[in-house]
């Protein structure tokens, strides 16, 4: 069974930094691609980063330099670290798992509940 878990969401500053942490299931972690996308409110769903099982990661445009995805296999736990935060960052994030090629913007067949990220200016 396939278990992801978000959490470490909150409210900043814009400019201010957010940890996420997406404590994953056995099955769940050993999936080829593991990642983080986001939806804010009447907005469509944007891939922000994933990695593979060798390390490899992939970003979106829009988070390249500020974001940085990570794995803990001991704690089988997926991170983001997102630094500089802007106001366009609002959104749900949702971590995510499943096979196949890790793109960033791929659709998966497990996610988690979400954790709400909000950034005032």
């Known amino acids: 069974q396939v278990q992801l878990v978000e959490s470490g969401g909150g409210s900043v500053q814009a400019g201010g930094s957010l940890r996420l942490s997406c404590a994953a299931s056995t099955y769940g972690y050993d999936m080829y691609c593991m990642g983080w996308f986001r939806q804010g409110t009447g907005k469509e769903r944007e891939g922000v980063a994933t990695?593979?099982?060798?390390?490899?990661?992939r970003y979106a445009d829009s988070v390249k330099g500020r974001f940085t995805i990570s794995k803990d296999n001991a704690k089988r736990t997926l991170y983001l670290q997102m630094n500089s935060l802007k106001p366009e960052d609002t959104a749900m994030y949702y971590c995510?798992?499943?096979?196949?090629?890790?793109?960033?913007?791929?659709?998966?067949?497990?996610r988690g509940q979400g954790t709400q990220v909000t950034v005032s200016s």
């Open positions: 995510a798992a499943d096979n196949g090629y890790c793109s960033v913007n791929r659709r998966y067949n497990w």
């Open positions: 990695i593979d099982r060798d390390g490899i990661t």
